[in-house]
């Protein structure tokens, strides 16, 4: 909306958008039986409102959907994975059958550092905090039931995104899905690997290679999947601060975009298959003003900055994760209560998916008992609290309006700060400088250590940790990988290697290094290692020989 434009003009605009989206089939009442209106705004002239706006409607202030969750509600997608993929299979069946949306694959750390469970260097590690996938194998029994053509899957992997994703589209064609059928997420986040979680194969720009021919053959082949999956999550989880959190993963989304830009991409045609990922942490109304500005500014940057014309060009879509940082091992059935919280803070702010921690996550994967928890908080929200009947429900709120703008302005100054440490005006330049200088890194740091010290002065407070402390709580019984599925990994990925042909594989990985040296998209013939049965390993090795590896330089 324009910011002089009469709010009843606005509302009955949106009024006629609501009305086409949605086909009223019950009453929305309190739990008293008072009727609640989808949306809420002021009742005349407000000089605010140019900012916040309606929903549904440029700068997506309030929602991408002018029906909120009366007409969507947020997909359930609850992460999980560990030991090996019939293990985790299992528990996939068990979220879908007990009400989850969506899957969210989590990787043991071989997997995602690009390595097989029989290298030397995967020992003690294999389905320890994720699933072990090999081959294209493991992820047909990772899938083996589940059909890839009706459910979305989001997989948590960058280093090793690619031929992971080319994994996932070989395990559909076996079930006889066509790829374009696919809809999901891939991760594939690069730059918040450099700047936070540390798990790469290569220096940035052949990661930066690969990801852009994977966005060109999503934007021609799978035009519902989303190749890229910008992370705040662990930028947050690694001591950020939510300013740092939503301008260094709006920075990367924009980097992504220059990326996609250079490749003569349309940019109404590949920025909506981004989507990004937060950290929903345990300040309510803090988190939920983050949301609201993280929409606004992708979309005012997407038009005025990108040329982004269409709406869904302009659209940030966003899977939201409770906070895993803040759950504590002392006392933890206190951390359903966090979980909620963050839970709830996700949901005010619009968020289009979502994922709850279990109660023992702080200390093991998650039992089925906790994992179940953790799903039935979601669903206590969406049928039971009445928060869905409503459209942000606190635009308006002078807090929430004042946080939002607050964020939004510390998100300005240090994307002005990026662009020009890069010298270009760009801001991948940017990132790939501060990235080579360490200074995301001692930002985060800086921010960490300012916590910790509050933590330890008693000027913040933990529930059990510093303050509160006694208890009744009996030892928690944890979940427990053991050796025995690293063994048996082993032994069957040995079984496999000898029942390949092994002049198919050689020539696949042979056509993949050839590939590797010229401007040719990766992916068909990375496609064809998968089908041939080549290992993660031994892909990700061709590549580490070709392209050569990194280590971050020493920063004090």
């Given at each position: 909306m324009q910011p002089d434009e009469p709010i009843e003009a606005g509302r009955a605009r949106w009024q006629a958008r609501y009305d086409a989206a949605f086909k009223r089939d019950r009453e929305f009442r309190t739990l008293s039986g008072l009727d609640v209106d989808p949306v809420y705004g002021p009742p005349g002239a407000d000089p605010r409102f140019g900012r916040i706006g309606w929903p549904g409607e440029f700068p997506f202030t309030r929602g991408l959907y002018a029906t909120g969750y009366r007409g969507r509600p947020w997909t359930i997608r609850q992460f999980a994975g560990f030991g090996n993929a019939r293990q985790t299979n299992e528990r996939y069946k068990m979220i879908l059958g007990a009400g989850g949306g969506g899957l969210s694959v989590a990787f043991d750390m071989p997997t995602l550092m690009g390595r097989d469970s029989d290298d030397p260097r995967s020992l003690g590690e294999v389905?320890?905090?994720?699933?072990?996938?090999?081959?294209?194998?493991?992820?047909?029994?990772?899938?083996?039931?589940?059909?890839?053509?009706?459910?979305?899957?989001?997989?948590?992997?960058?280093?090793?995104?690619?031929?992971?994703?080319?994994?996932?589209?070989?395990?559909?064609?076996?079930?006889?899905?066509?790829?374009?059928?696919?809809?999901?997420?891939?991760?594939?986040?690069?730059?918040?690997?450099?700047?936070?979680?540390?798990?790469?194969?290569?220096?940035?720009?052949?990661?930066?290679?690969?990801?852009?021919?994977?966005?060109?053959?999503?934007?021609?082949?799978?035009?519902?999947?989303?190749?890229?999956?910008?992370?705040?999550?662990?930028?947050?989880?690694?001591?950020?601060?939510?300013?740092?959190?939503?301008?260094?993963?709006?920075?990367?989304?924009?980097?992504?975009?220059?990326?996609?830009?250079?490749?003569?991409?349309?940019?109404?045609?590949?920025?909506?298959?981004?989507?990004?990922?937060?950290?929903?942490?345990?300040?309510?109304?803090?988190?939920?003003?983050?949301?609201?500005?993280?929409?606004?500014?992708?979309?005012?940057?997407?038009?005025?900055?990108?040329?982004?014309?269409?709406?869904?060009?302009?659209?940030?879509?966003?899977?939201?994760?409770?906070?895993?940082?803040?759950?504590?091992?002392?006392?933890?059935?206190?951390?359903?209560?966090?979980?909620?919280?963050?839970?709830?803070?996700?949901?005010?702010?619009?968020?289009n998916s979502l994922h709850t921690n279990a109660l023992d996550e702080v200390l093991a994967l998650p039992s089925e008992k906790a994992a179940e928890i953790a799903l039935r908080t979601q669903q206590v929200i969406m049928e039971e609290t009445e928060v869905v009947n409503v459209v942000d429900p606190l635009g308006g709120s002078w807090y929430v309006e004042a946080l939002t703008d607050r964020l939004e302005a510390e998100a300005?100054?240090?994307?002005?700060?990026?662009?020009?440490?890069?010298?270009?005006?760009?801001?991948?330049?940017?990132?790939?400088?501060?990235?080579?200088?360490?200074?995301?890194?001692?930002?985060?740091?800086?921010?960490?250590?300012?916590?910790?010290?509050?933590?330890?002065?008693?000027?913040?407070?933990?529930v059990g940790v510093n303050c509160h402390t006694s208890t009744v709580e009996e030892p928690l019984e944890i979940l427990r990988i053991g050796h025995e599925?690293?063994?048996?990994?082993?032994?069957?990925?040995?079984?496999?290697?000898?029942?390949?042909?092994?002049?198919?594989?050689?020539?696949?990985?042979?056509?993949?290094?050839?590939?590797?040296?010229t401007a040719e998209n990766m992916i068909p013939p990375m496609l064809a290692a998968v089908r041939a049965e080549a290992t993660l390993g031994e892909i990700c090795d061709v590549l580490r020989e070709e392209w050569g590896t990194y280590s971050e330089p020493a920063a004090f």
């Open positions: 389905g320890h905090c994720g699933v072990a996938v090999d081959s294209a194998l493991d992820m047909d029994l990772l899938f083996d039931g589940i059909p890839l053509g009706e459910v979305t899957t989001s997989m948590t992997i960058s280093g090793p995104a690619v031929p992971i994703f080319c994994m996932y589209v070989v395990a559909a064609e076996r079930q006889g899905v066509p790829a374009g059928r696919l809809n999901g997420t891939l991760q594939t986040d690069i730059f918040k690997e450099y700047i936070a979680q540390k798990e790469w194969l290569f220096a940035p720009e052949p990661h930066l290679r690969l990801i852009g021919d994977l966005m060109e053959f999503c934007a021609a082949e799978i035009p519902a999947y989303k190749p890229l999956s910008v992370s705040g999550y662990h930028i947050r989880e690694a001591g950020s601060t939510a300013a740092q959190e939503l301008a260094f993963t709006l920075a990367d989304g924009f980097g992504y975009v220059e990326l996609g830009l250079s490749r003569g991409l349309d940019v109404d045609v590949f920025a909506p298959g981004l989507s990004f990922f937060f950290d929903a942490h345990i300040d309510f109304f803090e988190e939920i003003a983050k949301f609201r500005a993280a929409r606004r500014i992708w979309a005012r940057w997407m038009r005025d900055v990108y040329g982004a014309r269409t709406e869904k060009a302009q659209w940030l879509r966003f899977h939201t994760q409770t906070a895993g940082v803040s759950l504590t091992a002392q006392q933890p059935d206190n951390n359903i209560v966090r979980t909620a919280v963050e839970a709830l803070a996700a949901v005010l702010g619009g968020t300005e100054e240090i994307f002005a700060r990026i662009r020009d440490m890069g010298g270009d005006g760009t801001m991948t330049a940017g990132i790939l400088r501060g990235i080579e200088d360490g200074w995301f890194m001692s930002e985060i740091a800086e921010s960490a250590f300012d916590y910790q010290r509050k933590l330890e002065k008693g000027d913040k407070r933990i599925v690293e063994a048996e990994q082993r032994r069957v990925l040995a079984e496999r290697r000898g029942a390949r042909d092994r002049q198919v594989v050689d020539a696949a990985l042979a056509a993949l290094r050839s590939a590797s040296g």
